[in-house]
């Protein structure tokens, strides 16, 4: 089974900082792309930064300058730095990965983790 573990939420000020990682276990063949969406309170899930395994990004517009993905791919991981956070960043963060847990397997990008929340406010 592949497990996708998050840390680093919480609640943080206005203009503040958050880290959160997300690290990948279990029968995994190949990871191709790592990712975090959110899902705030009456809002759709989307999108907001992934990398693949050669390290190109992509980010959601509104979070483009304060946010910064990066992974480690022995480790199986991925970080999401999140910086001047702004009220509108609280949501439920969740972390995602497109993977191939055999050789022989179809490549599958429904893993998810179980969320972390990231509340800023005052």
């Known amino acids: 089974q592949v497990q996708l573990v998050e840390s680093g939420g919480g609640l943080v000020q206005p203009g503040g900082s958050l880290r959160l990682s997300c690290a990948a276990s279990?029968?995994?063949?190949?990871?191709?792309?790592m990712g975090w969406y959110r899902q705030a309170t009456g809002k759709q899930r989307e999108l907001v930064a992934v990398?693949?395994?050669?390290?190109?990004?992509n980010y959601a517009d509104s979070v483009k300058g304060r946010f910064t993905i990066s992974g480690d791919n022995a480790k199986r991981t991925v970080y999401l730095q999140m910086n001047s956070l702004k009220p509108e960043d609280t949501a439920v963060y969740y972390c995602?990965?497109?993977?191939?847990?055999?050789?022989?397997?179809?490549?599958?990008?429904?893993?998810w983790g179980q969320g972390t929340q990231v509340t800023v406010s005052s």
């Open positions: 995602n990965a497109d993977l191939r847990v055999a050789p022989w397997g179809t490549r599958q990008s429904d893993y």
């Open positions: 990398i693949t395994s050669g390290g190109s990004t």
């Open positions: 279990g029968r995994i063949f190949a990871i191709y792309v």
